[in-house]
């Protein structure tokens, strides 16, 4: 792929520094091979899910990054799960469970991608607060493959449960559309 597609990736963590495991994971996507991170949103503090099954769990800290990337939707998936095991992410079968750190390909471009491994936009971004906020931080007129604006999807989500906890260290915060 010669032309760079954005592609917003979503940023979670609760064990191990979680704020501290964001700033590596976004120095990390910027150092990808035909990536460069272009935003990042500010952090957030969401709470947990608590459900039946689920173990109790200290608070999530997420983000959103925007990254230009020339690597396909499946290698640019494949990049982030490395990302995911240098970081000691543990796959232990427990669903929804505390992790060293999370990256979710949100969109990719206006693409939709239907694939075993892959679907985008992701199946639960609209429904996802802690995503739907951070990313209309930093894409405020971002429109979600089949589904319309992503400002819709916001005014339908509460953010009672976000707290806005600081800044990624050493990434400029700015939205897509604001002058470089």
């Given amino acids: 792929m010669s032309t760079a597609i954005t592609a917003y990736v979503g940023l979670g963590s609760n064990l191990e520094q979680p704020r501290r495991q964001i700033e590596r994971a976004v120095v990390r996507l910027d150092l990808l091979a035909d ?29 959103v990054a925007a990254l230009d990337t020339r690597l396909g939707p499946l290698a640019l998936l494949d990049a982030l799960l490395g990302i995911e095991a240098a970081q000691q992410r543990r796959r232990d079968g427990v669903r929804w469970g505390p992790r060293t750190l999370d990256l979710d390909l949100l969109l990719y471009g206006q693409m939709q991608v239907e694939e075993p491994r892959l679907q985008v936009p992701h199946p639960e971004l ?23 604006a992503l400002a819709d999807a916001a005014a339908a989500l509460g953010v009672d449960a976000l707290e806005r906890v600081g800044a990624v260290a050493g990434f400029e915060h700015r939205s897509l559309q604001e002058p470089a």
């Fill in 126 to 148: 609209a429904r996802r607060p802690f995503v739907v906020h951070p990313l209309l931080e930093i894409a405020p007129g971002v429109r979600l493959p089949g589904a319309g």
């Fill in 35 to 63: 990536c460069r991170v272009q935003a990042v949103s500010s952090l957030y503090r969401n709470p947990a899910l608590q459900a039946p099954g689920v173990p109790a769990q200290p608070d999530f800290i997420n983000a």
